[in-house]
């Protein structure tokens, strides 16, 4: 796929077929297979395969003076879809420019494709749409795209990666703090804004130097691992790594020498280093940048951990962890760990396994308190098929199921009430 120029100064859509073998596929017109040739130039295109050997393109397209988003679909034999619309379906055309077309297959044909949006005339916010195989957008979303952020400043490069049910995860750079920082947004198959997410995105880590290139892809947990390349060293580049938690939490950073776990009533940090072995450590504490507070002194077990229980934590919000170790009156730095603690709202973390099978449903969730819940399976016709109240849910992560239950094979929402407000998330059931 790529940019052309041979019908003039403004640049068209075509793309080909190269085979396993290396070479191009007989099937399609020598030249490429032209997917938009409007008038006012298309760029930034970018596809993804449909599942059936063919590919849904996306792009930026100026036939209107400004740029919008449209897509197309090609077949594996290089034909264009006769059910789209010619030279491409437009996804958004709302006021100001919109750049990018970055997609991810949606698993049903179609896909989700994101952008950067100037419709607020001010700066870029950050959108995405649903278009099915058959060239409609998806009637559930909103009719110009749903938008990921909206947060003051401006917010770029956005990438996206499916979750597995039909929905993506996207990750973009975010100027909301003055400097560049990772965010990441879930974004759910109806359309819908996953609800244990901030509405704005969370936040993948604290860094006071600026972050780039972020790339994002599916965990198989129902969350997603983010990377970028960062200048927190101060001499050159590196690269971080962090997990998401299914509620949009940090799970912390990638190391063998630290993790950290929310427990659903305090934070859980180990470290691991052979000089912590009768060595004294000292524990601090930064909770978004405010400064260090020696939280803890301990002194290494026989194997080398050192394990701290913090509980003195606030939910929703996110700490930086550090420890050193002391021989004698010096002090070495051994490893620090990143940690978001969930919010107190009500969500639906994980529906496993998803598809799930033979009537038998597990899933997690973080209740707000220890009232009671009502949990519901609904299907796309609006009937609750299944319901249980849930007595007195403990604060935290709490694992539930519906055992044995019969449910016809298709795509149900789990939804959770307690104290009025309510959290869903969809599923799919097979035999």
Do not use: K
Not at 339 to 351: G, Q
Not at 356 to 375: H, K, V
Request: with cysteine.
């Amino acid at each position: 796929m790529w940019s052309d120029l041979r019908s003039g100064p403004d640049p068209d859509v075509y793309s080909t077929r190269l085979l396993a073998s290396g070479s191009l596929d007989p099937a399609w017109p020598s030249g490429g297979r032209a997917l938009c040739t409007a008038p006012g130039g298309q760029g930034n295109e970018h596809l993804v395969p449909d599942g059936t050997g063919g590919a849904v393109v996306a792009w930026s397209d100026f036939r209107s003076g400004t740029g919008d988003i449209y897509a197309q679909r090609v077949s594996g034999a290089g034909v264009v879809d006769p059910a789209w619309p010619l030279d491409g379906r437009a996804l958004c055309t709302a006021d100001g420019d919109q750049f990018g077309g970055l997609l991810v297959a949606d698993g049903a044909g179609g896909a989700i494709v994101t952008w950067e949006d100037m419709r607020n005339a001010v700066h870029s916010d950050i959108y995405a749409q649903r278009v099915s195989g058959a060239g409609v957008v998806d009637p559930a979303w909103p009719a110009q795209g749903r938008a990921l952020c909206a947060a003051p400043a401006a917010q770029y490069a956005p990438f996206p990666a499916g979750d597995g049910a039909g929905g993506a995860f996207v990750v973009w750079l975010d100027l909301r703090s003055g400097r560049a920082q990772t965010y990441v947004q879930h974004v759910l198959a109806s359309g819908a804004l996953d609800p244990g997410w901030d509405a704005d995105g969370e936040l993948v880590a604290l860094a006071d130097s600026g972050q780039s290139q972020p790339r994002i892809i599916p965990d198989g947990t129902g969350s997603a691992i983010v990377a970028w390349s960062e200048y927190r060293s101060g001499t050159d580049y590196d690269i971080y790594a962090q997990r998401m938690t299914p509620t949009g939490g940090v799970l912390g950073v990638f190391s063998p020498r630290a993790s950290a776990r929310w427990n659903g009533a305090a934070a859980e940090l180990e470290w691991q280093a052979p000089e912590f072995v009768g060595a004294t450590t000292h524990i601090e504490r930064n909770e978004r940048g405010s400064g260090w507070v020696r939280v803890a002194s301990r002194v290494g077990d026989g194997d080398g951990f050192v394990r701290f229980v913090d509980a003195n934590v606030r939910r929703g919000s996110e700490y930086v962890y550090r420890v050193a170790y002391l021989r004698g009156e010096q002090e070495t730095p051994a490893g620090e760990v990143r940690f978001a603690i969930p919010s107190s709202r009500l969500a639906i973390e994980a529906v496993s396994p998803n598809p799930a099978r033979g009537g038998r449903l597990a899933w997690r969730a973080t209740f707000a308190g220890p009232s009671p819940a009502r949990a519901r399976v609904i299907d796309l016709a609006g009937r609750v098929v299944l319901e249980r109240v849930l007595p007195a849910p403990a604060d935290g992560v709490t694992a539930l199921s519906f055992g044995d239950a019969a449910l016809r094979p298709g795509v149900y929402l789990l939804e959770l009430q307690q104290n009025g407000v309510r959290s869903a998330r969809s599923f799919v059931h097979i035999e």
